[in-house]
C-alpha cells in the first residue's frame, strides 16, 4: 500500500469519528463544549487536499456540516446561559478569590438589602401615630383623681352576711368537731372505715367537701389513715381524743385522688 493511500485512509477514519461525536452530542444532548472546533477544523484542512473521489468528498462535506451544528448547539447554550444569568460557578469563584477584604466589603454593602430596611414606618403609620398623640388628653387632666363614691351606711343581720358568705353558717372548728362525731358513728367494730365508704356521698360536690374536712381531721389529729399498700386500700380510723402530734412525731403526707373518675366507680360500687 502506498503512503498516499495509507494516509487518505488514516484521514477517512478520523473524519468518521468525528462525526460520530459530533452525532452523539446531537442525539444524545451531551455537553456540546467537549468538541474542541479548533482541532477538528486543523483535521478538516489537514486532509482536505488528499480527496479526489466525490464520496471522500461527501465524507469531508459531512464532517463540516455536523461540526456546524455543534457549533450551533453551542452558541444556543451561551444565549440560553446569558439571559438567565449564568455565571460558571468556577469563574465565580476565582473572582471572589482575588478580591481583597474592603472591596468584598464595599460589594456586599452595595447589594445588602436587609429585610428591616422592608418593615420601616410607613407615611401612614407616622399620621395615624400624630393623629393619636394630638387625640390624647394632657396628663394633667388624664391623672385627676376619681373622688370616692358616695355610699350610705346601714345595719345588716348575721343571716345576710351568712347569706353572702362573709361569715359561715357555723365556726370551721364547730364543724370540725361534727364531723369527727359522724365519723366515729360510722366505724365498724375494728374502729376504722374505708375512705371512701366515708367521704362517698350522692353527689360529687359534697365528696369533695367531705374529703376536704377530713384531710384536716387527719391533720389536725382527729383520725389517721391506715394504708394497706398490697391491697390497695385506705381506712379512715378516729381518735377518742384529738392527739396532737405536730413535734412529737414527723408527719406524713398521703394524697388521695378524688376525682369524677374515681367518684364514679365508688357510685358503681367498683371502688375499694
Given at each position: 500500500m502506498s503512503a498516499k493511500r495509507q494516509r487518505k485512509k488514516l484521514g477517512s477514519q478520523r473524519l468518521q469519528r468525528v462525526i460520530a461525536l459530533c452525532k452523539s452530542i446531537e442525539e444524545r444532548g451531551l455537553d456540546p463544549f467537549i468538541v474542541d472546533v479548533d482541532d477538528i477544523l486543523t483535521v478538516v484542512r489537514e486532509y482536505f487536499p488528499e480527496w479526489e473521489l466525490p464520496e471522500e468528498l461527501c465524507l469531508d462535506s459531512e464532517a463540516i456540516h455536523k461540526l456546524a451544528s455543534v457549533i450551533k448547539l453551542q452558541s444556543d447554550w451561551v444565549k440560553h446561559q446569558s439571559t438567565s444569568l449564568y455565571t460558571d460557578p468556577f469563574l465565580l469563584e476565582e473572582k471572589i478569590r482575588r478580591l481583597s477584604k474592603e472591596e468584598l466589603?464595599?460589594?456586599?454593602?452595595?447589594?445588602?438589602?436587609?429585610?428591616?430596611?422592608?418593615?420601616?414606618?410607613?407615611?401612614?403609620?407616622?399620621?395615624?401615630?400624630?393623629?393619636?398623640?394630638?387625640?390624647?388628653?394632657?396628663?394633667?387632666?388624664?391623672?385627676?383623681?376619681?373622688?370616692?363614691?358616695?355610699?350610705?351606711?346601714?345595719?345588716?343581720?348575721?343571716?345576710?352576711?351568712?347569706?353572702?358568705?362573709?361569715?359561715?353558717?357555723?365556726?370551721?372548728?364547730?364543724?370540725?368537731?361534727?364531723?369527727?362525731?359522724?365519723?366515729?358513728?360510722?366505724?365498724?367494730?375494728?374502729?376504722?372505715?374505708?375512705?371512701?365508704?366515708?367521704?362517698?356521698?350522692?353527689?360529687?360536690?359534697?365528696?369533695?367537701?367531705?374529703?376536704?374536712?377530713?384531710?384536716?381531721?387527719?391533720?389536725?389529729?382527729?383520725?389517721?389513715?391506715?394504708?394497706?399498700?398490697?391491697?390497695?386500700?385506705?381506712?379512715?380510723?378516729?381518735?377518742?381524743?384529738?392527739?396532737?402530734?405536730?413535734?412529737?412525731?414527723?408527719?406524713?403526707?398521703?394524697?388521695?385522688?378524688?376525682?369524677?373518675?374515681?367518684?364514679?366507680?365508688w357510685k358503681r360500687g367498683e371502688q375499694d
Open positions: 466589603a464595599n460589594l456586599f454593602l452595595e447589594i445588602w438589602h436587609p429585610i428591616v430596611e422592608l418593615e420601616q414606618i410607613s407615611p401612614h403609620s407616622l399620621a395615624e401615630a400624630t393623629k393619636y398623640w394630638q387625640n390624647l388628653l394632657p396628663i394633667s387632666e388624664r391623672w385627676l383623681k376619681t373622688s370616692p363614691l358616695e355610699t350610705e351606711t346601714g345595719a345588716t343581720t348575721r343571716e345576710e352576711l351568712i347569706k353572702q358568705r362573709i361569715l359561715a353558717e357555723k365556726a370551721f372548728s364547730e364543724e370540725l368537731e361534727m364531723f369527727w362525731e359522724d365519723l366515729k358513728q360510722k366505724v365498724d367494730d375494728a374502729g376504722k372505715i374505708r375512705y371512701w365508704d366515708f367521704v362517698g356521698a350522692d353527689t360529687y360536690s359534697e365528696t369533695i367537701k367531705r374529703a376536704y374536712m377530713t384531710s384536716f381531721l387527719v391533720t389536725y389529729g382527729y383520725a389517721t389513715l391506715e394504708v394497706h399498700r398490697l391491697e390497695e386500700e385506705i381506712f379512715i380510723k378516729p381518735f377518742e381524743k384529738p392527739a396532737f402530734m405536730i413535734g412529737k412525731k414527723q408527719l406524713i403526707s398521703i394524697p388521695v385522688s378524688v376525682s369524677v373518675e374515681e367518684w364514679m366507680k
